[in-house]
């Protein structure tokens, strides 16, 4: 079975994103809730861990681990996001806010979008 469109759609997302933590890893720092340790290194981890989990819904042999492995990254990085949110509204950037913000319901979707790519599997 063929891959989903909304999940083809997280694909490209967590392609182009893998890549940005990989490449301009300090665009993250700034989101990083100041509880968690390690930033540099996390913000590496899951730029692996979404390009992964990209090539591993596309491959329908391992779709169905890239899927669940997905959702689990989705909900992991959740707390930067509203990090993220948390320091927009300190600011006047209403771009920013609003981009900020809209990413929060946006999880919702993808996770569905990557479980449903796993049935697929």
């Known amino acids: 079975m063929s891959l989903p469109i909304s999940a083809k759609v997280v694909v490209g997302a967590f392609a182009v994103s893998g890549t940005v933590h990989l490449v301009k890893p300090e ?18 981890a899951s730029g692996v861990a979404e390009l992964l989990c990209a090539a591993g819904m596309v491959a329908p042999r391992t779709r169905k681990v890239a899927g669940y492995a997905s959702a689990l990254l989705l909900l992991g990085v959740f707390p930067g996001n509203i990090q993220m949110a948390q320091d927009a509204s300190r600011t006047r950037n209403r771009t920013f806010q609003a981009a900020a913000y809209a990413r929060l319901p946006l999880q919702v979707p993808m996770i569905r979008a990557v479980l449903e790519a796993a049935r697929t599997a």
Not at 27 to 42: C, G, K, Q
């Open 27 to 44: 665009v993250f720092e700034t989101v990083m809730p100041s509880w968690v340790p390690a930033h540099r290194e996390l913000i590496y």
